[in-house]
């Protein structure tokens, strides 16, 4: 699968159940099947791994997911 997400907020993924969450939009979007996320930059983060940003851009490729 291939997608891509503009004007991300906040972005986190769940290891064990591999689960990524974007927030876009005021809309939280759920992509399984996901097992590494990069992340270029962080402005902001929380300490369970959930990165926020101004407006990022997600580009899903397989089971990889990238932030800038």
Partial sequence: MEC???DVTEVSLDRET???EVVTGGKR???EGIDRLYVKTVPWSEADG????NKG???VNGNVAAVD
């Fill in 18 to 20: 591999r689960r990524l």
């Fill in 50 to 53: 959930t990165v926020h940003l």
């Fill in 29 to 31: 979007v759920v992509v």
């Fill in 57 to 59: 851009r997600v580009s």
């Fill in 4 to 6: 891509n997400y503009r």
